[in-house]
């Protein structure tokens, strides 16, 4: 089981950036799906997540400015990011809770992150 993170990148002040991840491999369920994000020499932190349902949550901080979205299609979750500022530079994390077999419980899993930088 992956997940595969895409997107990220560099983006002036106020601009927007779009992140993709999507779950490979062989799975029976896919519950919570999420963003996470690690500022420099600061704590891993959730940005927003988003349930099998379509329950949506954000952080204060991004609230109003990124939307969490998810295909469970195509297991893929994506994060829009607007009004982008430099406290938005961080490496961001995709998460998952996912369940690989039907008699197994759901399991946290983690992409391997992707850099976003905000310049000023």
């Known amino acids: 089981v992956q997940l595969q993170a895409s997107g990220g990148g560099l983006v002036q002040t106020g601009g927007s950036l779009s992140l993709s991840c999507r779950v490979s491999?062989?799975?029976?369920?896919?519950?919570?799906m999420g963003w996470y994000r690690q500022p420099p020499a600061k704590e891993r932190e959730l940005v927003a997540s988003?349930?099998?349902?379509?329950?949506?949550n954000y952080a204060d901080s991004v609230k109003g400015r990124f939307t969490i979205s998810r295909d469970n299609a195509k297991r893929t979750t994506y994060l829009q990011m607007h009004t982008l500022t430099p406290e938005d530079t961080a490496v961001y994390y995709c998460?998952?809770?996912?369940?690989?077999?039907?008699?197994?419980?759901?399991?946290?899993?983690w992409g391997q992150g992707t850099l976003v930088t905000v310049s000023s």
């Open positions: 988003i349930t099998s349902g379509g329950v949506t």
């Open positions: 491999g062989n799975i029976v369920g896919v519950q919570s």
């Open positions: 998460h998952a809770d996912i369940k690989r077999h039907y008699f197994a419980v759901f399991v946290d899993y």
